[in-house]
């Protein structure tokens, strides 16, 4: 159900999204973690850590993958995408901080398979704001958030590595 909450603690959601990717992953051979650029990076590293995952973590940059590439142009804040672990026969975990339109996650997924050809890619996000323009849901997901369409949430990361997230 929804929440029209403004208020987000987000390091109560993230912990409910690491007991949720914990107990998803448990028992499972070969996981990985990969974070999209940049709030879902932030998440991975953390999750990575957080679950012993550090030397299964990569993080890529959906930006040239985008079907809006024409539409939207360059970002001026590409990261390289970097995925030092081998991609075939995996148990991903692609991370993104807010899943909206799944355009993003769309794009993550063609950039996994450009690595190999994982066993299994399984969506996390902190948030769900709705709004699909394609078939994709998450199988971690810590909250859902209705907002207006001039709405977006926005996690930002702290000095000390805390989350905050914002409506704008």
């Known amino acids: 159900m929804p929440t029209t909450t403004k208020n987000f603690d987000a390091e109560a959601l993230y912990q409910v999204l690491l007991g949720q990717v914990r107990s998803g992953l448990a028992g499972v051979p070969d996981a990985a973690i990969v974070g999209i650029h940049s709030g879902g990076a932030w998440l991975a590293e ?14 890529i940059d959906v930006s040239f993958y985008r079907d809006d590439y024409a539409k939207k142009g360059l970002h001026p804040d590409v990261k390289p995408t970097n995925i030092g672990f081998n991609v075939d026969r995996a148990n991903v975990v692609l991370v993104d901080d807010v899943l909206a339109t799944g355009r993003t996650t769309r794009a993550a997924i063609n950039v996994l398979f450009d690595f190999g050809r994982p066993a299994r890619i399984m969506l996390a996000a902190l948030a769900d704001r709705g709004g ?13 958030a209705a907002l207006e369409s001039d709405q977006s949430l926005v996690l930002a990361r702290a000095q000390d590595g805390q989350f905050t997230l914002t409506i704008e």
Do not use: K, S, Y
Request: glycine share 8%; proline share 4%.
């Open 46 to 59: 953390r999750l990575a850590r957080d679950l012993g995952l550090q030397q299964r973590l990569g993080f």
């Open 132 to 144: 699909r323009e394609l078939p994709v849901a998450a199988d971690f997901v810590a909250t859902h």
